[in-house]
């Protein structure tokens, strides 16, 4: 068994407690680092927290468990058994899907049989042009797990190597996902039910890079799990963890200023004015926040104009509901989509107003965990994705919540969904800058997965003159999602630790 526990223990400060700033503050302290992590809100996990209300207990961002392997992975990294701290259920269906003009909905399972039949049913042919489909991801999900996903780049030539570019030829790096799904599959209905998961990158199929068509493999063979209490499951079973290991958490203390001298970490600057010394510092912080304010301009580095020029994942229009009574129609996940594809997608990529009669996601927990909801009644997340940046004013918020409450019950058959909330919230563009200071109000924390913001081309999570300072989290490599920013952790760990492999860790 390999052993790359780091010998010189030391003081590690990491902003932030989203899933990545745990991840790290997991690992250190499993191998022996002191480690402290600084949160600016009242509670850990970032976007992976929770919010309660009369019986009612909210997912506030994360909402799908996808990639099993990888949280297993890193928890028996950790010396865990992922049983001991999540009971998980494979969803079944994975997730139903409503179409504009479609009489009824369909539902979609992680089952070939089933799904092969539904698409038959749709595209006649279309069902073993998604078997070869599916085989053709995970031969690229092989590739990328064991080349990319857990490799640190420095330079391009980290990237365009031999061995990556001997199995880099198999993949489909400078095709379109569209232009992959829409060569074998003809049906619009179809097209959506493979492209859907490029909101979850932060992009649209048309930008997203062919590579991440391995997205319908993690989909369809991996399949949709659900831990017991929600995605919040997943955060306390890592601050748990990090207890064990010394973790010492600071809630309601935001840091404003990370200290260096001579290009060399010193510690961090409380709001308070109280200064903390460290050896090393991981920034678990939007990384444009950290760029632009935590270091500042001097010490930046990028500039807010570089940041300004990239494209940002999707911000959200969410509201969390509690509904009184059953609602028969819906099922764990549920997805509505318009008939104009590229429509939508422009009204989210490309404008900066909250999109008129748009494509939703729909989440009802309570179909799967009767704990996140009184007896009798359903827990609902409601998330449409808007413009980052989008401007609005308290009147059309207001407006735009009372629409999308109609639009819902009417394109989800909810009869009287309006006169049936008990519990409400809403949180949008603004909410996101206060909360977690993202940048333009991004959802995602960090920027849309096109090709040229992806692997090497995303921000590194090193800083290129400051010794000993980390980033972690969505925004640097490899990007978005829950279970990639525990790898965005073990990167970070393998930085510290020395480690180059671009294979998972075996042990620590």
Known sequence: MQNNSIPNKKKIIIIGSGIAGLGSAALLSKTGHQVHVYEKNDRLGGRASIWKKDGYTFDMGPSWYMMPDIFEHFFELLG????????????????????????????????????KAIFESIEPGSGKKLAAHLKSGKYQYEIARREFMFKNYDSIFDFINKRVAT????????????????????????QKVLQYQTVLLGTS??????????????????????????????????????????????TNTPVSKIKSYNNTITGVQLENGTSIPAEVVISNADLTHTDTQLLGKKRADRTFSYWNKKKMSPSGFIMYLGVDGEIPSLDHHNLYFLKDWDKGNSDVFNKKTLPEDPSFYLCCPSKSDRSVAPQGKENLFLLVPIPAGCEYTQQELEDYQADMITHVSEKMNIPDLGTRIEVSRTFCVEDFVSEYNAFKGNALSGMAHSLTQTAFFRPNNTHSKIKNLYFAGAGTNPGIGVPICLISAELVYKRIANINTPEPLSAL
């Open 167 to 190: 199995e880099g030829r198999k993949l489909p790096l400078f095709s379109s996902m569209e232009s992959i799904v829409n060569k074998n599959f003809t049906s619009p209905i179809l």
């Open 80 to 115: 865990e058994d992922i049983n001991n701290h999540l009971s998980l259920k494979r969803l079944s269906p994975s997730y139903r899907i409503f179409f504009e003009g479609e009489q009824k909905p369909y539902d979609f399972y992680s089952d070939l049989k089933k799904n």
């Open 205 to 250: 199929p048309k930008k997203c890079p062919g590579i991440y068509s391995l997205m319908n493999h993690i989909d369809m063979d991996g399949g949709i799990w659900y831990p017991q209490g929600g995605l919040y499951a997943v955060t306390q079973a890592l601050v748990a963890i990090c207890k064990k290991h010394g973790v010492v958490f600071h």
